[in-house]
């Protein structure tokens, strides 16, 4: 009796169908890139000026924000203050959160659109993003402000990369450069350096002047971002992403130099984060996390025994 002959070619066929689309996945959710940092960075040193992110260890984890029901988006720290802000982007409102995830105070937001990221700029100054107008919002928050209009504010259009919503999602300060770095989620994701806003010498004319990087933007082996923390000590830039439930310290020059996971398991995490949004860093190093719809996060480096 003969058997059956196997239909080898058909078999070859769906083989290699499969193999293309798992090359296309890997290279879709941008794996290879990350499996070679990974690789590198086993037989290369950690640089002295890097920050260090896979250290950190989870101090609060998933603590919800009492008495808040929309998401959150954004985060960013207030040094004057020694508190956290964030934005709502359904009922927009600017949130003032104690370093332990507690409500402090809230300020409806009117005419801001999408705001979707809030950062600060020097005392009782911020800026907040619409992101599917592009533009950038700069705010005067005092003690007695009740609520914040948007046709009040100085603000500016930058309007590149038009996408509907997938605009600017992060927003980062370089208070000695002068620097606000934006982050556009996705469709292209990007950073953008922007010079000349927010505006504060009423004397000198007003000129803002856009640098991106694209040779930092491509090494950024995330699918997408969704906030960005500027660390003033090292001049690195911390970027999140929630896709790739990761974040990710790149250098002054755009490098990749350490990771985050934000998988359960990782830092100590007892579940993976859902949907990060925000992150925001202290004058101590301490990191702050912000997840949708309410949860609140806080990593901590161990001190050098």
């Known amino acids: 009796m003969r058997r059956l002959a196997r239909p080898k070619p058909l078999l070859l066929i769906f083989s290699v169908i499969a193999l293309i689309a798992l090359l ?39 603590r919800v924000i009492d008495g808040l029901d929309d998401d959150v988006s954004a985060l960013t720290y207030d040094p004057v203050r020694d508190s956290l802000f964030t934005v709502t982007n359904k009922n927009s409102e ?19 659109g999408d705001a979707e990221a809030v950062e600060f700029i020097s005392a009782d100054t911020y800026v907040i993003t619409d992101e599917r107008q592009q533009r950038l919002i700069k705010i005067h928050l005092e003690e007695d402000t009740t609520f914040l209009d948007a046709a009040d504010a100085e603000q500016m259009t930058l309007g590149v990369h038009m996408a509907g919503n997938k605009g600017f999602e992060g927003l980062a300060y370089d208070s000695v450069g002068k620097r606000l770095f934006v982050a556009k989620e996705r469709d292209p994701m990007l950073i953008y350096e922007v010079h000349g806003f927010p505006h504060f010498n009423s004397e000198k004319s007003y000129a803002v002047h856009v640098i991106n990087n694209p040779k930092r933007d491509a090494g950024m082996f995330v699918r997408d971002l969704s ?3 500027y660390d003033e000590r090292s001049g690195h830039l911390l970027a999140l992403s929630d896709e790739s439930r ?9 490098r990749p130099l350490s990771t985050m996971s934000l998988n359960k398991g990782r830092q100590g995490l007892q579940n993976t984060v859902p949907q990060a949004e925000g ?27």
Do not use: C
Not at 94 to 112: A, D
Not at 290 to 299: D, I, Q, T
């Open 24 to 62: 296309a996945i890997g290279q879709y959710m941008r794996l290879f890139e990350r499996a070679w940092f990974n690789l590198h960075t086993l037989w290369q040193p950690l640089s002295s000026e890097a920050i260090g992110l896979d250290q950190y260890r989870v101090d609060i984890e998933a």
């Open 94 to 112: 600017l949130v003032e959160l104690s370093l332990e995830g507690k409500i402090l105070r809230r300020i409806p937001l009117i005419g801001f």
């Open 227 to 229: 906030s960005l923390q």
């Open 246 to 254: 990761l974040i990710l310290e790149l250098d002054v020059n755009g």
């Open 279 to 305: 992150i925001a860093m202290d004058d101590d190093g301490t990191l702050y996390l912000v997840s949708e719809p309410n949860l609140f996060y806080v990593f901590k480096k161990p001190a050098p025994n």
